[in-house]
């Protein structure tokens, strides 16, 4: 039986996620916005996100701030989803012809427009038309820069400008040679140490979802309580984004990666001198790390940190925020009493708690059973963790739909949309700096229906399609 320090399981243990309070954002609320305004740029192409009545929830820009004066103030907190559901619509229609930002715009012709109405600088004035020639001296701005976005591959992804011979070359080229210096500079800085090497671009963009941890950092350059080495999941991140790789296998490799040079990595089967001891038909990407287990599960019986990070970093849905909560069929159980059958936290753990349990036959810090599957870890804890642990089941739901282990969860999400979105975001965030703005959503969107398709899960290939976008190359 693995080792699991008995002092440490319980509180360990109870840091369940939790609703918060009466403030809590619903989630039938930008379904309900979208049947109203179903026009809306943000409901054309999904769903509005959080920050459309929040600044960072729970709390509310004015014009949540709005509908919450309005929303039955006169009903007990926290409100049912029913409630909420069947009041908000007529709360929303006596809001239309307001101005709660002060910006002059009310707020049904913000949501038309796409602006935001909780927020003043977000306005349909403040977006500017251009037309015609550009008048700057330098850049085109009034349409794609190629010598901008040039200039820009070279610092986004090389991490330098360009030389000044490089540049009166590029400026010497005609469009179809300038098109292709585009690629070859792209190509060129892809493999780069500023890119894919030690602290480089995708190690940082990778930083969110590994949470490194040095004291506890196991291999070169390691900690004074090493339990796992998390340069084994920069290593396996990065192979999965660079050359012509599949980036699905970030969820399903049956391997590990180490990295051997400064900008050179090296598939391996199995790391036991770093505590990866995940057996190889029980693996999936960076979802059974050592690392992964240690910082997430812990001791705990009903894994759901471990499943909310995955679900945030890898689908960017965050349960925390009420995102992407689809309850799957049956009912709730709280198998380690924790509570979770409470109307404050039920709405979240209705989708939280099957999405943790794939991941509960895995063990967390457990000496060189670390990362190990288990199909009877459920049955090894006492009674004092959990009344109905004996009954927790491996299999759960992802999107509602069953999943029967870890390695279909893996699948299902490598396969998803969500997934699709939260890579190409994630690249997006870094060439242009923001999530996508309504102007720019068309053109996300064409990068997320081309990911599956056209680029074949290749991470590179989307990047080519990225450096072309209006959102990257107009100054």
Known sequence: MPFRPRSLAGPLAALALAAPGPVVARPP?????????????ACEVGLPDCTTCHTSPPGRNPFGDAIAAQLLPETPRPLTDVAFAEALPGVLAALAGEDTDGDGADNETELRAGTNPGISADNPDAVEGCSGDSRNPAWNVCGYDAEFAWRKIHLDVCGRNPSWDALQTFRALDPTG???ALDT????CLDSAFWMGRDGVLWRLA?????????????????????????????????????DRDA???????YYVKQVGPTRY???DGR??????????????????GWFFVINTMFTPVPRTTAAQAYRSFLGLDIAKSQGLTPPPGELVDYDDKGVLADACAACHTTLDPLAYPFSRYWGIAGDSTGVYDPQRNRRFDAADGSRLRELPEAGALFGEPVVDLMDWAQKAAQSEAFVRATIRDYWRHFIGHEPTAAEQAEFEALVAD???AHAYRVERMLHALIRTEAYGVP
């Open 178 to 180: 300038r098109e292709a």
């Open 29 to 41: 609320g930008p379904s309900i916005l979208c049947e109203l305004y179903p026009d809306a740029p």
């Open 451 to 453: 990911f599956s398709t």
């Open 248 to 254: 699905r296998e970030v969820l399903t490799a049956k």
């Open 207 to 243: 930083h969110a979802k590994i949470r490194p941890l040095w004291a506890v950092k196991a291999g070169e350059g390691g900690g004074p309580v090493p339990l796992a080495d998390y340069d084994d999941d920069y290593a396996l991140f990065t192979w999965t984004q660079t050359d």
């Open 185 to 188: 500079a792209l190509d060129t």
């Open 272 to 289: 036991p001198d770093v505590r990866q001891f995940t057996q190889a038909d029980r693996r999936a990407g960076m979802l059974t790390t």
């Open 266 to 268: 090296e598939k391996v």
